[in-house]
C-alpha cells in the first residue's frame, strides 16, 4: 500500500517566544517493510539554523534554532510512503514465550535493533509488578510467543477505556493502569512493562495509521493524529511484529512508522527549549490517504 501523508503542528503561545532551539523526530525513514519514496519538513517562521541527523535507533533527527519573535511555530510535514502488509512466511516455526526469552537473555547483539536494548526499564517504563501480573495471565507455559502477545493485545483493548484527556505525556503505565483509562500512549506503555516484566522484549512505536478504510470496515481509534504502538521481539526467525493494544490488532500495512525507541521520551515529535511567558498550546493534524 502507498500513502500520502499530511501531518501540521501548531505551537501556539500566549507571548512572543524571542529565542527557541527544538530537535523535531517528525521525518520517516526506510525500515522493513517501509519504504519512503519522498519527504519534507517545512518551518514556519524559518529557523536561522538547522541540520539534520539521527538517533541511536535509526530515527531522524531535524535541530533548529529561531532567533526571530514568533507566537506562533507551525511544522509541516509531507510524504509519500509505501507499506508492506504485514505476513510470516510458511514453514516458519514460531517459538514459545519461553524460548523467545531465553534466546534474548543470551544474545551478546548489540546493534540498534538488538532486543536487548528494549529489554529492561526505561525513562517511563518500569517494571510495575502489578502490570507484570496482569500480563503473565496471556503467557501460560508453553503458549507461542504471537498467540500470546495476540492474547494481551485484546485484552488490555477490552479492559482499558479509550479517553482522550484522562492522561497526559507524561502519566507512567502504573497511573494509566490504575485509572484504566488513557490513550494510544498509556496502552502501548502499558503493553511494554508488561512484556518487558516477563522478560520479553518490546519496543514503543509512534506513527500514522491510515485515515480512511474501505467501505464496511470500521475507524480505527488513532486515526488523524499521530499513533502509537508495540513492537514485540518474536524470536530470531520471525523478528519484531507490531501490535496495536487501542485497535485490538497485529500493526500491518495500515499503520506507517515514523520513529521507534524504548518508550515515548526517545520519539517524542518536538523536543527543546524556549524563552517566553505564560502557556502553550500545541494542535495536530493528520491526514494519511491511499494512492488510488
Not at 73 to 78: G, H, I, M, N, P
Amino acid at each position: 500500500m502507498i500513502y500520502d501523508i499530511r501531518q501540521v503542528t501548531e505551537c501556539t503561545y500566549a507571548t512572543p517566544v524571542t529565542n527557541a532551539h527544538h530537535v523535531l523526530r517528525q521525518t520517516p525513514v526506510n525500515r522493513p517493510g517501509q519504504r519512503v519514496q519522498v519527504s519534507s519538513l517545512q518551518v514556519e517562521p524559518a529557523p536561522v539554523s538547522r541540520r539534520e541527523g539521527q538517533d541511536f535507533f535509526g530515527n531522524r533527527l531535524t535541530w533548529i534554532a529561531l532567533e526571530e519573535a514568533h507566537d506562533t511555530l507551525t511544522v509541516r510535514v509531507s510524504a509519500r510512503i509505501a507499506v508492506d502488509a504485514f505476513a510470516i512466511q510458511p514453514g516458519t516455526s514460531v517459538p514459545s514465550w519461553e524460548a523467545v526469552q531465553e534466546e534474548v537473555f543470551a544474545s551478546a547483539d548489540i546493534d540498534p535493533m538488538a532486543p536487548a536494548h528494549f529489554l529492561f526499564p526505561s525513562r517511563m517504563v518500569s517494571l510495575d509488578p502489578e502490570i507484570r501480573d496482569y500480563a503473565r495471565q496471556s503467557f501460560p507455559p508453553g503458549r507461542s510467543i504471537l498467540d500470546a502477545a495476540t492474547d494481551l493485545t485484546h485484552r488490555i483493548k477490552t479492559d482499558m477505556t479509550y479517553e482522550i484527556g484522562a492522561t497526559t505525556v507524561r502519566t507512567t503505565p502504573p497511573m494509566s493502569f490504575a485509572l484504566r483509562r488513557g490513550v494510544c500512549q498509556d496502552f502501548a506503555h502499558i503493553m511494554i512493562a508488561g512484556l518487558r516484566g516477563l522478560g520479553l522484549s518490546a519496543a514503543y512505536v509512534s506513527g500514522y495509521l491510515r485515515t480512511t478504510r474501505p467501505p464496511g470496515a470500521a475507524r480505527l481509534q488513532g486515526a488523524d493524529a499521530m499513533h502509537a504502538w508495540v513492537l514485540v521481539w518474536c524470536g530470531a526467525e520471525i523478528g519484531w511484529v507490531g501490535f496495536d493494544p487501542t485497535n485490538d490488532m497485529i500493526a500491518s500495512d495500515e499503520h506507517i512508522v515514523l520513529a521507534i525507541g524504548r518508550d515515548y521520551t526517545d520519539v517524542a515529535p518536538m523536543d527543546g527549549v524556549i524563552v517566553v511567558s505564560g502557556g502553550q498550546q500545541i494542535d495536530v493534524s493528520v491526514n494519511v490517504v491511499p494512492l488510488s
